[in-house]
């Protein structure tokens, strides 16, 4: 997942960087030898990114920012630091006027501090709270239009999802083959435990759900790779992720399942990708709001916050 909020913050470099931010930072990290970092959440704001309390106040030729972060992962191992901080009103006025604005940040940087959040997963990568105090950051650090970050972000949210959608494929797609050959060859009562029903057709059916949101998130992805931004699009990108992630928690689950009381212990992977594909469920974005995009804006149903 670092990866994944890493490349939120490369996205968003790629379509909104200045030249020169271009210049400096962009063939590095597509060459992975640097590392973004990205800080959007908040523990006031939650999904509601527009509350934020993080701010950046206009100071001498450049801005001075405060406030606190939660959950950016991997900044103890990245090289900049894509933040999003607030430059003006909050709430619905917020939306309104344009309110959140991006921050290029070199690290490590002593305005910042961080320290790990113990997590239930993932620990290959850590999750911080980050505070950060009086950092002044030069002009030159704002990323895209004062004021329109949440404009420079959009063009990268139907790409996050997709990622999430095929990364959460290739582990549950993992999680089967591995339960598959574990019920060949696992004998109990005389035969190959795969040869009963109530192991064979519960992975036989995670195979479908796994085929068939894949081929979605196939479709979402060549039209993402055409830059079709269009409701459309969206739409389909949400219904990919949605899908992807329901169909690989559920292999996950059986994968577990068919290994019985092996899936539980470590030293098989299927109780930690049990516990890990369940990230995807809430990060970066919570299904609840890929719901509630396609209630609203594919159903036609009233907004809902
Ligand atoms: C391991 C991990 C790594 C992360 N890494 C990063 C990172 O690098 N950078 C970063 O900026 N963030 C990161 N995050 C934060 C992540 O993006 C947020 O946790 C996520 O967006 C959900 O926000 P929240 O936790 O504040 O949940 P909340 O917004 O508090 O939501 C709580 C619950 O209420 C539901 N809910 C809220 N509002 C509505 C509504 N209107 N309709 C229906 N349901 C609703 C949500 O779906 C959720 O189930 C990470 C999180 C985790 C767990």
Redesign the pocket.
């Known amino acids: 997942?670092?990866y994944l909020?890493g490349l939120l913050g490369t996205l968003t470099l790629v379509k909104s960087a200045s030249t020169l931010q271009a210049e400096q930072y962009l063939a590095p990290f597509a060459r992975g030898e640097k590392i973004c970092?990205?800080?959007?959440?908040e523990?006031d704001?939650?999904?509601?990114s527009f509350n934020i309390k993080t701010t950046a106040v206009a100071e001498g030729g450049g801005f001075r920012i405060n406030g606190n972060?939660?959950?950016?992962?991997?900044?103890d191992n990245s090289d900049a630091l894509l933040l999003?901080a607030k430059t003006a009103p909050s709430g619905k006025e917020a939306v309104k006027s344009g309110s959140l604005s991006l921050f290029l940040i070199d690290l490590p940087n002593e305005s910042l501090d961080y320290t790990p959040i113990p997590?239930h997963?993932?620990n290959y990568?850590k999750?911080n709270q980050l505070f950060i105090e009086d950092l002044f950051v030069p002009e030159s650090a704002l990323v895209g239009t004062l004021g329109k970050g949440f404009a420079s972000l959009a063009p990268t949210l139907n790409a996050e999802r997709l990622l999430v959608a095929a990364g959460s494929i290739g582990l549950a797609r993992l999680a089967l083959s591995s339960a598959v050959l574990y019920a060949s060859e696992r004998v109990v009562f005389d035969v190959p435990i795969g040869a009963h029903q109530a192991v064979q057709h519960p992975l036989a059916a995670a195979h479908a759900r796994l085929e068939s949101a894949w081929w979605t998130v196939r479709q979402a992805a060549a039209m993402e790779d055409q830059g079709d931004q269009s409701a459309h699009a969206t739409a389909l990108a949400n219904t990919a992720k949605y899908v992807a992630v329901e169909a690989a928690i559920d292999a996950c689950y059986h994968s577990l399942q068919a290994h019985g009381g092996a899936g539980y212990a470590r030293e098989y992977h299927q109780e930690r990708w049990w516990r890990e594909v369940q990230?995807f469920r809430?990060?970066?974005?919570?299904?609840?709001?890929t719901?509630?995009f396609i209630g609203q804006h594919v159903l036609g149903l009233p907004r809902?916050?």
């Open positions: 997942m670092g909020f970092a990205f800080a959007l959440s523990p704001a939650g999904t509601n972060k939660w959950f950016i992962t991997n900044i999003v997590k997963g993932f990568y999750s990230l809430l990060a970066p974005l919570t299904q609840q709001m719901l509630n809902s916050y």
